[in-house]
C-alpha cells in the first residue's frame, strides 16, 4: 500500500527558506510522477510543481517559478521541494501527491490519486 510521507514543514521568514520531502513508507509505489500541491484556508488545493522521471520534466506553478525546486530520487521513489525567497502568501498545508505515469493536466488535483497528509507551511515575521 503506497503511504506518502511528507516531513519539513515549519515556520520561516518572509524571504527564508524550506524543503520539504516525501517518501512512500510503504514502498510500494512504482510510477513515475510526484508532486506538490499547497492549500491555504479557505482557498482550493494550488499546484505547486511535479517532476516526472520518465520525461525528465519538472513543472511549476507561475506563483512559485525561480523560488522553488522540485527534485527527487526515482529508484527510492523520493521527491524534495526547495522553497527560497518565501512570502507569506506561501503559507499551507503542503501535500505531497503521486500518479502512476504522466497526465496532460498536470496541474489539476483531480488527477492524482495518491496524496500524502500534508505538513502545514507558515510564513511570517
Known amino acids: 500500500q503506497v503511504q506518502l510521507v511528507e516531513s519539513g514543514g515549519g515556520l520561516a521568514q518572509p524571504g527564508g527558506s524550506l524543503t520539504l520531502s516525501c517518501e512512500d513508507s510503504?514502498?510500494?509505489?512504482?510510477?513515475?510522477?510526484m508532486g506538490w500541491f499547497r492549500q491555504a484556508p479557505g482557498q482550493e488545493r494550488e499546484f505547486v510543481g511535479v517532476i516526472n522521471w520518465s520525461r525528465r520534466t519538472t513543472r511549476y506553478a507561475d506563483s512559485v517559478k525561480g523560488r522553488f525546486t522540485i527534485s527527487g530520487d526515482n529508484a527510492k521513489k523520493t521527491v524534495s521541494l526547495e522553497m527560497n525567497s518565501l512570502k507569506p502568501d506561501d503559507t499551507a498545508v503542503y501535500y505531497c501527491?503521486?500518479?502512476?505515469?504522466?497526465?496532460?493536466?498536470?496541474?489539476?488535483?483531480?488527477?492524482?490519486?495518491?496524496w500524502g497528509q500534508g505538513t502545514q507551511v507558515t510564513v511570517s515575521a
Open positions: 501527491v503521486a500518479r502512476t505515469n504522466w497526465h496532460v493536466n498536470y496541474w489539476n488535483y483531480r488527477f492524482y490519486n495518491l
Open positions: 510503504g514502498r510500494t509505489f512504482s510510477g513515475d510522477t
